[in-house]
């Protein structure tokens, strides 16, 4: 049924698959020559060293225009279906992208891993502001086309009634820690015994690095807003943490002269290791706004079993 609530009916998944269609044709396929590295083996990101400021503004333009359009195609929902297609087309870009092995490959020294890790600390700025765009995209034109808002199922009361701000830390801070543990399970290639980091793992695929960076982002704002009623922004914003946290811990000088002289570049001492930034910026907020919704879907479930 229709009747303004957000159901999973098959015009409401019409208006998803558009959004998501759009995001790919406007940002991941037109906008992939701003980004795409000059060797397609290499990964799409600062690290291979083609990408400027007038690159990136190019895609928050396309990005822009995505949300508009995802978000007039899904009224009176746009507010709640137009974020989803920006990252639609970065996820584009991630799952073609190359990975930091092929630039391990190149420079095997160590002076290159942490040169590597060091170009990508800040880089979720950089790839959350064409999310970002595609996000004000969306709410200005469903400002525009929509008089009323509609009645969805995700105002609900919290389990814990916490300060905002201290909502915004928690649900930032818990991503970050979540979503870490979540990928480093289920981004495992291959993995053999190292006596000094305990395993070292082979290079995971692309598309097992999209499950776990999703499943971890769900998981992470499905929590926050069952306990705290945090929205899914807060948790696609711990991308920017999150990408400063695991480049500058496995960037360590220690670890990238072990890992250099010991093993070959297709080994990481974590999984977590070997996902790049654009990785996690485009599947993070999905997987964000992904359990925002399954928590709201699973509120309304338990409160009718009542």
Known sequence: MENNELELSWIMRLRIASALAIGICLVGILGERFIAPLNPMDPTGLVSGNITIISIGYCCGLAFLAGLAAAAIATPFGRQIGPIAAPAGMCFWAIKTGSLASVFQGSASSAARVEAYSSMQLEGFVWLSIAAAGYLGSLAMSKVISHTRPVTQDKFKPAFKLPFFLVVVIAVCGTVFVADRIICLLARDVSYFDAQMGNVYGNPGNKQIALAIIAGFAVAAFLAKIAFGSDFLWSALAVIPLTYY???????????????STWPAMFFVRPAAAVLPVQIAAFGPLGAILGYWLAARFHTWRTTQD
């Not at 695991?246 to 250099?260: D, F, H, Q, V």
């Open 246 to 260: 695991t480049t500058m811990k496995y960037g360590n000088p220690e670890i990238a002269e072990y890992m250099s």
